[in-house]
Nanobody, 113 residues
Framework: VQLQASGGGLAQPGGSLRLSCAAS????????MGWYRQAPERQRQLVAR???????YYADSVKGRFTISRDGSKNTVNLQMNALKPEDTAVYSC????????WGQGTQVTVSS
């Protein structure tokens, strides 16, 4: 199983970025898929996740600003990030659980003016 993350980059405060995680198998076979982030000298944080049944979870710090979605036709899980803040700066990694966690490589998100 391979997961390939893309879409990171530099955004200004208040701006938007869209992350995408492409899976090498049908995404609806995963029990859970989601995104973590880790900033320097901070603990890894679960940002958002979606279950096979479509239930979603968001960290309090991103509620109302980030949206996780799935595209079955492309086998991708996406994270739309709006109203970005400097504190959103981190390396974002996607994962998928099939009874075991599979991880994609991280993608850097930097929010700065």
């Amino acid at each position: 199983v391979q997961l390939q993350a893309s879409g990171g980059g530099l955004a200004q405060p208040g701006g938007s970025l869209r992350l995408s995680c492409a899976a090498s198998r049908r995404i609806f076979t995963f029990k859970v898929m989601g995104w973590y982030r880790q900033a320097p000298e901070r603990q890894r944080q679960l940002v958002a996740r979606v279950t096979a049944g479509g239930s979603t979870y968001y960290a309090d710090s991103v509620k109302g600003r980030f949206t996780i979605s799935r595209d079955g036709s492309k086998n991708t899980v996406n994270l739309q990030m709006n109203a970005l803040k400097p504190e959103d700066t981190a390396v974002y990694s996607c994962y998928g659980n099939l009874g075991y966690d599979y991880w994609g490589q991280g993608t850097q998100v930097t929010v700065s003016s």
